[in-house]
């Protein structure tokens, strides 16, 4: 692949000043990752580093940083979490500490709520449901309506209300170090907001209970679910930065099968979607996860948006979409790909570049277990583009496109209209990748 002409190395920009207390810093732009003393850095109010990706764009990504005590909180609760998001027209800065694992399928009194719970009162009965659109009786020339489609989509409505939580903008949400801290059940909803960080969290088990049916769904039919853990609608001036995301408990392969489609409750773990701009996705890891990241919720999505950055991510246990892109200007640098089957996870492609994407993919690292084929690593419609250099197979120098390419009838197209500058913590060398990453991305590393 044709490597862009900004390739070069910023070690020596990374270097940070610390004190001898501090053990470890400095693995990614401007983030300390491990400090002997939690005072040494206040991550609370942090903000984005100068040149971190898209996110640095323009005005950058603050978050929270400007909040004043008033708006400042801790939560550990579903309620205390829904209290200190407030109003999502509300664009007064605020920091929220979320201390340990808050369940979002819970009530404001905690008490614990079930798929029954959410279908109570709606009529809605799984076995009513598949009875009413069975193929066999219903065809599968249009989607479901009626009695059982409307009963559906009420409880899914009684669930959404419960477990997605819209963040205002000017917001940091993060985890407390040391307390083990995440959402499980939830999804967090930046729609229509500027400037949102989301930080050392855990996400899992977001889970969507009353999926549709939708027989025209290609040629077979498919189950499609709600609910991404993080999900960006119209989003400016996010940054993702050490959070882990993944289905567990409940894994796909324990899924049942309803008209011969896998009934599907699990949705994205993080898209950005809906003219979504200016995003910096950096030392997360996505893992046991089937639909991982959608960037372009269609062909049509927003032109001239849609740019992100993604780098020192890992992903491993995933099937795709990592990304999927469409329409804008992503850049993909510095992750590493582990395409073992995990979990019954058995990944079909790591990156697709449709719609026109302009992909600069760079200095990435796969693994690829015997038997594996470089040519599935990418993917695409004919349209996208995928350009860079850098990028080893199992430590070693790989044209992916032209892999790619020499398998498939749709090529993948190697230049891109644009030149990625916002370039801080690039690494040009992959080798050491897998290593560097395996202690200091996801959830639970930051002190």
């Given at each position: 692949m044709a490597a862009p002409s900004h390739r070069r190395s910023l070690r020596g920009r990374r270097?940070?000043?610390?004190?001898?207390?501090?053990?470890?810093?400095?693995?990614?732009?401007?983030?300390?990752?491990?400090?002997?003393?939690?005072?040494?850095?206040?991550?609370?109010?942090?903000?984005?580093?100068?040149?971190?990706?898209?996110?640095?764009?323009g005005t950058g990504t603050t978050g929270g940083a400007k909040a004043d005590s008033a708006h400042t909180f801790t939560v550990a609760s579903r309620a205390q979490l829904v209290k200190a998001l407030g109003s999502a027209s509300d664009t007064t800065p605020r920091i929220i500490k979320v201390k340990g694992t808050i369940d979002a399928n819970t009530d404001d009194?905690?008490?614990?709520?079930?798929?029954?719970?959410?279908?109570?009162?709606?009529?809605?009965?799984?076995?009513a449901?598949?009875?009413?659109?069975?193929?066999?009786?219903?065809?599968?020339?249009?989607?479901?309506?009626?009695?059982?489609?409307?009963?559906?989509?009420?409880?899914?409505?009684?669930?959404?209300?419960?477990?997605?939580?819209?963040?205002?903008?000017?917001?940091?949400?993060?985890?407390?170090?040391?307390?083990?801290?995440?959402?499980?059940?939830?999804?967090?909803?930046?729609?229509?907001?500027?400037?949102?960080?989301?930080?050392?969290?855990?996400?899992?088990?977001?889970?969507?209970?009353?999926?549709?049916?939708?027989?025209?769904?290609?040629?077979?039919?498919?189950?499609?679910?709600?609910?991404?853990?993080?999900t960006l609608r119209g989003a400016t001036h996010v940054w993702a930065d050490h959070n882990t995301f993944t289905d567990a408990p409940h894994l796909d392969r324990a899924n049942p099968r309803y008209f011969g489609r896998e009934y599907q409750i699990h949705d994205g773990a993080l898209d950005i979607t809906n003219g979504s701009d200016l995003v910096t996705v950096e030392r997360n890891r996505f893992t046991d996860h089937d639909k991982t990241m959608l960037i372009g919720s269609s062909d049509k999505d927003s032109t001239g948006k849609l740019r992100v950055s993604i780098h020192h991510n890992v992903w491993k246990g995933i099937v795709q979409r990592a990304p999927l892109a469409?329409?804008?200007?992503?850049?993909?640098?510095?992750?590493?790909?582990?395409?073992?089957?995990?979990?019954?996870?058995?990944?079909?492609?790591s990156i697709n570049s449709r719609a026109k994407a302009q992909v600069v993919a760079?200095?990435?690292?796969?693994?690829?277990?015997?038997?594996?084929?470089?040519?599935?690593?990418?993917?695409?419609?004919?349209?996208?583009?995928?350009?860079?250099?850098?990028?080893?197979?199992?430590?070693?120098?790989?044209?992916?496109?032209?892999?790619?390419?020499?398998a498939s009838s749709k090529k993948i197209r190697?230049?891109?209209?644009?030149?990625?500058?916002?370039?801080?913590?690039?690494?040009?060398?992959?080798?050491?990748?897998?290593?560097?990453?395996?202690?200091?991305?996801?959830?639970g590393v930051l002190k």
């Open positions: 270097a940070l000043a610390v004190s001898a207390a501090v053990v470890a810093a400095g693995v990614g732009a401007g983030v300390f990752v491990m400090t002997a003393n939690a005072d040494a850095v206040d991550l609370y109010h942090q903000t984005l580093t100068a040149k971190d990706g898209w996110a640095a764009s009194s905690g008490k614990k709520l079930t798929c029954a719970d959410y279908a109570a009162g709606t009529g809605y009965a799984l076995s449901y598949l009875k009413a659109y069975d193929p066999a009786t219903y065809g599968r020339a249009k989607l479901p309506s009626g009695t059982q489609e409307k009963a559906r989509a009420a409880a899914q409505d009684k669930q959404a209300k419960n477990i997605v939580f819209k963040v205002p903008a000017n917001t940091t949400i993060m985890g407390v170090p040391g307390t083990g801290a995440g959402i499980t059940g939830g999804s967090l909803q930046v729609k229509s907001v500027d400037n949102v960080i989301i930080r050392n969290l855990a996400f899992s088990a977001t889970e969507d209970c009353f999926p549709q049916w939708d027989p025209t769904d290609g040629d077979d039919g498919n189950w499609n679910s709600a609910y991404d853990a993080v469409r329409i804008g200007q992503i850049h993909v640098y510095n992750n590493v790909y582990d395409t073992t089957t995990v979990d019954g996870y058995a990944p079909l492609y760079e200095d990435n690292y796969w693994t690829v277990p015997s038997g594996g084929k470089v040519a599935k690593l990418l993917s695409g419609d004919g349209t996208g583009s995928v350009a860079g250099s850098g990028n080893l197979v199992n430590g070693t120098a790989t044209d992916l496109v032209a892999a790619y390419n020499a190697t230049t891109v209209n644009w030149t990625p500058t916002l370039t801080a913590g690039l690494e040009t060398s992959a080798k050491n990748l897998p290593t560097e990453l395996a202690t200091t991305t996801g959830a």
